[in-house]
């Protein structure tokens, strides 16, 4: 289609990590702390056991804070999988999970997601995978992933279109939860 192919770089304005440190869990901490397990379904969950305070979790983002846009990927184990974060609560992670933060002038996260669920970028990760137990991306690596730019407005059409199959699924998903308590409720009652 003609379409530029660009290093993820030249269309992120950072790429880093999560912590590399254990930090210190608080039994009545009120900020999640997330792991790999937290995204390798292709969605962000903050059920964890894990909690951290408000002071550890202002010095684990004050150099690089999350907001909603911004792309985790799985860089150990489980690698290979981009979710776009789609809430503003408070939240630290794992040096295994890596947070990229588009440019939204140049590339649109939910097409960026996208890209990087692709077979395309996944072979280009599988190739880059090093370690015999737990295969492991580094940084270097993922900043190198080659990703195709189509315009923005074509991102955004895609966006678009995305995001209605989503509605999509969730509707179909409450339908199927109604009618499964309808069942059970008509089954007590026989």
């Known amino acids: 289609k003609g379409w530029d192919l660009v290093f993820l770089e030249e269309v992120c304005e ?12 608080e039994r009545n901490g009120d900020i999640p702390f997330i792991f790999v397990s937290n995204i390798t379904d292709g969605v962000l969950t903050l059920d964890t056991e894990k909690f951290i305070s408000h002071e550890t979790y202002k010095h684990l983002m004050s150099r690089c804070p ?4 911004d792309i985790l990927y799985s860089t150990v184990g489980s690698y290979g999988v ?4 789609d809430t503003d609560k408070p939240f630290a992670f794992q040096r295994h999970i890596a947070h990229i933060k588009p440019d939204q002038s140049q590339i649109n996260s939910i097409f960026l997601e996208a890209m990087l669920n692709s077979l395309y970028v996944k072979s280009q990760a599988d190739r880059r ?10 940084l270097g690596e993922i900043s190198k992933f080659s990703i195709y730019l189509p315009p923005l407005s074509l991102q955004e059409k895609f966006s ?12 179909q998903i409450e339908t199927v939860e109604q009618l499964e308590k309808l069942s059970r409720s008509l089954l007590s009652k026989s």
């Open 66 to 69: 999350v907001e909603v846009g």
């Open 82 to 85: 981009a979710v776009v974060v």
């Open 129 to 138: 995978a090093r370690g015999i137990a737990q295969k492991t991306i580094n």
């Open 160 to 171: 678009k279109r995305i995001d209605k199959v989503k509605q999509i699924e969730l509707y």
């Open 14 to 25: 950072r790429i880093t990590d999560g912590t590399h440190q254990p930090p210190r869990f």
